[in-house]
């Protein structure tokens, strides 16, 4: 986020685009689906809360505090800086703005979330991806470059696979986050690297703008079963990489093979980047 967005810069926004995913072996599979997110800043959630968007009440659209986070219902932003103390991620002194899918008529999945954790100036110095899958488990990535320099689009920042999220993946390999962001636009880039090099490429990313009553309604108008439509586009899909006869691997996968250097970037040792577990259930 650039600088002069962070004197600017409202409580929320409303980020409107799509999710693309794309599986390259052993058949490949790709699919593109349209998605809206809202993007708060943790330091003024309670300035959010209206007729139609609501902090931990239930509205036409709203965020849970407990959905997120320690899920306690506690202050987001008061844990999200005690973890980036805790790693010793100090530059990231400024903003955190939590990026994920609301609640909509009362129901969310989030399968990323992201929290962009930035400094004084607006830089962003830290990126937290908190993952979930549909067995009911999480676990989050606290991601920084080296040295904790600040985060740009050529930046890499790349973690080992912790959480079993698909049944058609073994828990083996890791993860690429590239971040990209202008005035109007954000976007998240994610590579998977299992033991055989690059598996899945997925990217998330919008057109940004203020969230009002007038943009919330005109997304929901548009996509009013966004929420219940990603847990059904996460089954439809499987069932299309069952006809495709994709490798299944059940909810228990067996551990997962050992990969070398050239394909698994978190045993690689890269310099580029730092990653730090958080919590997983």
Same mark, same amino acid.
């Given at each position: 986020?650039?600088?002069?967005?962070?004197?600017? &810069?409202?409580?929320?926004?409303?980020?409107? *685009?799509?999710?693309?995913?794309? $599986?390259? =072996?052993? =058949?490949? !599979? =790709?699919?593109?689906?349209?998605?809206?997110?809202? $993007?708060? &800043? /943790?330091?003024?959630?309670?300035?959010?809360?209206?007729g139609w968007f609501g902090i931990d009440r239930w509205r036409? /659209?709203?965020?849970?505090? $407990?959905?997120?986070?320690?899920?306690?219902?506690?202050?987001?932003?008061?844990?999200?800086?005690?973890?980036?103390?805790?790693?010793?991620?100090?530059? @990231?002194?400024?903003?955190?703005?939590?990026? +994920?899918?609301?609640?909509?008529?009362?129901?969310?999945?989030?399968?990323?979330?992201?929290?962009?954790?930035?400094?004084?100036?607006?830089?962003?110095?830290?990126?937290?991806?908190?993952?979930?899958?549909?067995?009911?488990?999480?676990?989050?990535?606290?991601?920084? +470059?080296?040295?904790?320099?600040?985060?740009?689009?050529?930046?890499?920042?790349?973690?080992?696979?912790?959480?079993? #999220?698909?049944?058609?993946?073994?828990?083996?390999?890791?993860?690429?986050?590239?971040?990209?962001?202008?005035?109007?636009?954000?976007? #998240?880039?994610?590579?998977?690297?299992?033991?055989?090099?690059?598996?899945?490429?997925?990217?998330? *990313?919008? !057109?940004?703008?203020? /969230?009002? =009553?007038?943009?919330?309604?005109?997304?929901?108008?548009?996509?009013?079963?966004?929420?219940? *439509?990603?847990?059904?586009?996460? !089954?439809?899909?499987?069932?299309? /990489?069952?006809?495709?006869?994709?490798?299944?691997?059940?909810?228990?996968?067996?551990?997962?093979?050992?990969?070398?250097?050239?394909? &698994?970037?978190?045993?690689?040792?890269?310099?580029?980047? @730092?990653?730090?577990?958080?919590?997983?259930?």
């Amino acid at each position: 986020m650039s600088p002069d967005r962070a004197s600017v &810069d409202p409580a929320a926004w409303l980020l409107t *685009g799509q999710v693309m995913h794309e $599986r390259l =072996r052993p =058949r490949p !599979h =790709r699919f593109t689906y349209p998605v809206f997110y809202v $993007r708060c &800043d /943790l330091d003024r959630l309670a300035s959010l809360s209206s007729g139609w968007f609501g902090i931990d009440r239930w509205r036409p /659209l709203g965020l849970h505090t $407990r959905d997120h986070g320690p899920r306690d219902g506690s202050d987001l932003a008061v844990w999200m800086r005690a973890q980036l103390s805790a790693a010793g991620i100090d530059e @990231a002194d400024g903003k955190i703005w939590l990026q +994920a899918f609301p609640r909509v008529f009362g129901y969310a999945f989030n399968p990323v979330s992201f929290w962009f954790c930035h400094d004084r100036d607006g830089n962003l110095r830290a990126l937290l991806a908190e993952v979930r899958n549909t067995f009911g488990a999480r676990h989050s990535y606290l991601l920084s +470059a080296e040295g904790n320099a600040p985060i740009t689009a050529e930046t890499q920042l790349m973690c080992r696979k912790v959480l079993h #999220v698909s049944p058609f993946c073994r828990v083996e390999g890791g993860y690429t986050f590239r971040v990209r962001e202008t005035r109007h636009y954000a976007a #998240v880039a994610i590579d998977y690297r299992d033991a055989d090099g690059l598996l899945i490429r997925t990217a998330l *990313g919008g !057109h940004l703008q203020p /969230l009002t =009553r007038a943009s919330a309604f005109g997304a929901l108008l548009r996509q009013p079963l966004l929420t219940l *439509g990603v847990v059904a586009r996460i !089954h439809w899909q499987a069932v299309r /990489l069952v006809l495709k006869k994709a490798p299944f691997y059940g909810k228990h996968p067996a551990p997962g093979r050992n990969a070398d250097a050239s394909t &698994d970037h978190a045993a690689a040792g890269q310099p580029s980047t @730092a990653a730090r577990s958080i919590s997983s259930d």
